[in-house]
């Protein structure tokens, strides 16, 4: 007999069931209208935040699944690289909905080819092994563009068949581009592949004693990593309009591992993955306000603003760390479940 209370699932397919409270259908719902009138009721200005929330949120997700397997990758901001540089040089032949695919396929195949010694080493050694081949990525991006002014390879602007489209309708594309990927990686995590993955960052060596190849299924990681970071790149350059080689250094990758994975959520691959897209966001435009408001007083202040963003981040992580070391995502499903107990205890 169905008890009064509590969310009562009879079939295997209602357990596993993406969305599990009729609350969810509401929240969603209200959170699809927000994003749809938003363009018309906010300034330019927060749209571009948006869009790079959305842009970096693609990112995350794809290394947030790859940390899954313990697979502690610091080339994700090359491999955005990849992603951006494949659809500058593509787009001025080929329309945007090619583009992006290929970009994510580029990135994806350049990850599993640096991502193979995760097969011998792990831990500090794949964070030595993935240092380096975001150096080694880094050398080809500026030997790509050393004849290039600038080193700046414009994009075309996005569009089709002639037309060119809007801010506005890129907003568009680009959340729905954000949405689709974060659709499809939250069911990743929910299949066998999802399940392996997470056997095989708990004890690599244990599951390959019930069979896994972790040649394979960690090639997989890579190349799902990849192909997201991929995406993210071919966006950021359609968003830009132009890419070059200092957007993509290798700060940006620990900014990614440690703000977008661990502080939003190590793996929660959506709604992390996005919490922390956001807090990077945050903190660049916070520090960037908060030194343009302080160096009138402080002048030494504007030459070490680069500095003092590092600063934030490092306690923000200590702070994560200490508080809630399962991350944002952690935080929010707390508050959630208080308010889902509210006003009993148990």
Do not use: C
């Not at 290039?148 to 801010?167: C, K, L, N, Q, R």
């Amino acid at each position: 007999m169905s008890r009064p209370s509590g969310v009562i699932k009879e079939t295997f397919l209602a357990d596993m069931g993406f969305i599990e409270k009729p609350f969810h259908y509401f929240a969603l719902s209200l959170l699809g209208l927000f994003l749809i009138i938003l363009p018309f009721v906010t300034s330019e200005y927060i749209l571009s935040q948006i869009i790079l929330i959305a842009i970096f949120g693609v990112a995350i997700m794809g290394l947030n699944l790859l940390t899954t397997a313990q697979l502690f990758s610091v080339m994700h901001a090359a491999l955005i690289g990849v992603g951006a540089f494949t659809a500058a040089f593509l787009s001025q032949s080929l329309p945007f909905f090619i583009t992006i695919p290929l970009a994510g396929l580029m990135a994806a195949g350049a990850s599993v080819l640096f991502g193979l010694p995760s097969v011998r080493v792990k831990g500090f050694y794949l964070l030595f092994s993935t240092t380096a081949a975001q150096f080694i990525l880094e050398w080809i991006f500026n030997w790509m563009t050393r004849d290039i002014p600038g080193s700046a390879v414009y994009v075309e602007a996005m569009g089709i068949a002639g037309y060119t489209f809007s801010a506005i309708e890129r907003y568009y594309i680009f959340i729905i581009i954000a949405l689709i990927m974060g659709y499809l990686i939250a069911h990743i995590g929910r299949t066998p592949l999802g399940k392996a993955l997470v056997m095989i960052g708990e004890k690599d060596y244990a599951a390959q004693i019930q069979g896994l190849s972790l040649l394979k299924f960690k090639s997989i990681a890579f190349a799902i990593s990849g192909f997201y970071a991929g995406v993210a790149g071919a966006m950021w350059g359609y968003n830009l309009g132009m890419v070059t080689p200092e957007h993509f250094p290798f700060l940006m990758s620990w900014e990614l591992l440690g703000i977008g994975v661990i502080v939003g959520g190590l793996g929660s691959y959506v709604w992390g993955s996005l919490l922390g897209a956001t807090m990077m966001i945050a903190v660049t435009q916070g520090t960037t306000v908060l030194v343009g408001a302080l160096t009138p007083y402080l002048p030494w202040l504007g030459a070490g603003a680069f500095g003092l963003r590092a600063v934030i981040y490092g306690l923000i992580i200590a702070a994560i760390l200490i508080l809630e070391p399962h991350g944002l995502a952690s935080l929010v499903r707390k508050i959630k479940r208080f308010f889902d107990l509210w006003p009993f205890s148990y």
